[in-house]
């Protein structure tokens, strides 16, 4: 039988990931505005980059668009 703390961080997890998401949102909208003049050249990092595992790159054909195959054998397309 879980105890009461661990059904309390089961319930609590959830939570977290949603408010970390947005806060990360937040931020991300923040610095856009703060640092504007990097504009074109950080959308083109956040498009290249996933949000929450940077160092998980997609691969290049993801990114150049040349990535029918993958999508077709993923059922995406």
Do not use: D, H, N
Request: charged letters at 25%.
């Amino acid at each position: 039988m879980p105890s009461g703390q661990t059904i309390a961080g089961l319930l609590m997890f959830p939570l977290m990931i949603l408010a970390y998401v947005r806060l990360a949102r937040r931020e991300e909208e923040e610095l856009e505005r703060q640092f504007g003049e990097f504009g074109k050249a950080y959308l083109a990092y956040r498009e290249r980059t996933p949000a929450f595992l940077p160092f998980f790159r997609r691969p290049s054909s993801v990114r150049s668009g040349r990535c029918k195959k993958w999508k077709s054998g993923t059922g995406l397309l």
